[in-house]
C-alpha cells in the first residue's frame, strides 16, 4: 500500500545531540515537504523539495537541514538540537499533476513529536 | 500576498450541524482545501473545491465563493470524533507548488 512513513514517531533527546528525523513515501511523489507545528498552533512549512537533489527553505526559518539524495526519502537534520527546537514535525509529499488536487493536494506522514531536554 | 482566516474555536453538541468559516486572499485561485486534523496527529484529506457552489460528501459539505473569497465546511449529524482541527488552505499563486494553511478552527464537540 502507498504511504508515507516518519520515524521516529518520538523523540526525547538533550540538549547539543545530533539528531535526524527520517520520512519516506512509496507513492513515487517528487515534491517532498517539511513542517512544524507546535501544539494547537499552525503549519509552517520550513523545508521543500521538487526532486532529486532539489532542497529549498519554506517561510519559517529553520536550523534544520534537509536533503533529497533519493526520490522516495527525504530526511531532516538537526545538527546541535536546542529546546526551542521542540515541536511536532510532519513531512508531506504531493505528485506532479496537471491542475487542481492532483496537483496540488499533499499527503501528510504521521508527524515525529520532538522534545529537546 | 496571501491570506487565510479562520475562527480559533468552535464548540457544538453532539447530533447538531456546525458551520466553519474560511476567507481567504490570493492574487490566482487553484482551488481549496480542507482537512482534518486530530490532536497530535497528521492532517487528513477532506475536500476540494475550484468551483463554485456545494460539494456533499456524506455528512461534511464544503462550499466555495470564488467572488467573494469565501467557503464554508458544514458538518451534520456531529458525532463526539469531529472534535478535531479544521484547516482551510490554498495553493500559493505564482506557480508555486505549496499550499498556504490557515491557522486551523479547533471544533469541540459536547455531548
Known amino acids: 500500500e502507498a504511504d508515507i512513513y516518519q520515524t521516529p514517531r518520538y523523540l526525547v533527546i538533550g540538549t547539543g545531540k545530533k539528531i535526524t528525523l527520517e520520512c519516506s513515501q512509496t507513492?513515487?511523489?517528487?515534491?517532498m515537504y517539511w513542517y512544524q507545528q507546535d501544539p494547537g498552533m499552525e503549519l509552517h512549512l520550513i523545508h521543500y523539495s521538487y526532486g532529486v537533489n532539489s532542497t529549498e527553505k519554506g517561510d519559517l526559518s529553520s536550523e534544520s537541514t534537509v536533503s533529497r539524495i533519493r526520490t522516495e526519502h527525504f530526511p531532516l537534520t538537526l545538527e546541535s538540537a536546542r529546546p526551542s527546537h521542540t515541536s511536532q514535525y510532519l513531512c508531506?509529499?504531493?505528485?506532479?499533476?496537471?491542475?487542481?488536487?492532483?496537483?496540488?493536494?499533499?499527503?501528510f506522514g504521521p508527524g515525529t513529536r520532538l522534545t529537546v531536554l | 500576498g496571501q491570506n487565510i482566516d479562520q475562527p480559533t474555536e468552535m464548540t457544538a453538541t453532539e447530533g447538531a450541524i456546525v458551520q466553519i468559516n474560511c476567507t481567504y486572499q490570493t492574487s490566482g485561485f487553484n482551488g481549496l482545501f480542507w482537512y482534518q486534523q486530530h490532536a497530535g496527529e497528521a492532517p487528513t484529506f477532506l475536500s476540494y473545491n475550484v468551483l463554485d457552489g456545494l460539494e456533499e460528501k456524506g455528512r461534511f459539505s464544503s462550499f466555495l465563493s470564488r467572488s467573494k473569497g469565501y467557503s464554508y465546511l458544514l458538518l451534520k449529524e456531529l458525532q463526539m470524533k469531529d472534535s478535531a482541527s479544521y484547516l482551510c488552505a490554498v495553493p500559493l499563486s505564482g506557480g508555486y507548488n505549496k499550499l498556504i494553511f490557515g491557522a486551523g478552527t479547533r471544533l469541540a464537540v459536547h455531548p
Open positions: 508531506a509529499s504531493s505528485e506532479w499533476g496537471r491542475s487542481g488536487r492532483e496537483k496540488y493536494e499533499q499527503f
Open positions: 507513492m513515487g511523489h517528487d515534491k
